[in-house]
């Protein structure tokens, strides 16, 4: 009888240890278990829109990384003057200026920012060439598209919220001191495809 007790007491014991390693999974609408997703499995895009897979970028990672990892424009100058390999370079800079000539004439508008002695066109117009920002950033990466057109288009869902995020710029910003944050691609020593991330007036 002793035994039988026992053996009862230890089958309550062993249940008991199995229902504390469950782990209770929560229900969706219809009552089916919410599975939660694996961190370590590929990103995929494949059922998104370009737009869609720009909002899942921009503000929760591109943004803040900009903001948090730009290089200063001495470690920039010092890129540039280094030797290279022909090959282009995007990068998020910050630095400091003065706004020498805001263009709004034309759909491709600019905004030159005098940096040392170094001009600086920023481009603000509709029309936004390159794929600096897109380049720039680690989390845009060509694998997590499967699709080379795709991967290219990505860059003008990019520069578009960059634009917008930047805010309008007229001819009373001329001779005004900036704050800037952009990024920019180099090459063979020059500068080129620069896109504004944020630019604010010095101060405010």
């Not at 229900?27 to 939660?36: E, Q, R, S, T």
């Not at 509709?126 to 990505?154: E, M």
Request: charged share 25%.
């Amino acid at each position: 009888m002793r035994y039988n007790s026992l053996f009862r007491l230890l089958g309550l014991v062993f249940c008991l240890h199995l229902l504390s390693a469950c782990t209770v999974t929560d229900l969706d609408d219809d009552g089916n278990p919410i599975i939660p997703a694996d961190p370590n499995a590929p990103v995929s895009y494949e059922h998104l829109s370009l737009s869609e897979v720009a909002d899942t970028l921009w503000a929760p990672r591109i943004l803040p990384e900009a903001r948090d990892e730009a290089i200063d424009w001495p470690t920039l100058m010092a890129r540039l003057a280094a030797p290279g390999d022909g090959t282009a370079t995007s990068v998020f800079v910050h630095f400091d200026g003065v706004v020498e000539r805001v263009d709004t004439s034309r759909i491709r508008g600019s905004v030159t920012v005098k940096v040392d002695d170094q001009d600086v066109v920023l481009q603000t117009g509709r029309i936004v060439r390159g794929n600096a920002i897109r380049d720039a950033s680690r989390y845009v990466v060509f694998d997590d598209f499967k699709n080379q057109i795709r991967f290219a288009q990505i860059s003008r869902e990019l520069n578009s919220r960059a634009i917008e995020g930047a805010g309008a710029l007229d001819e009373s910003w001329q001779g005004q001191p900036v704050s800037v944050i952009a990024a920019i691609t180099f090459d063979h020593g020059t500068l080129r495809d620069a896109v504004p991330i944020q630019i604010e007036r010095s101060g405010e």
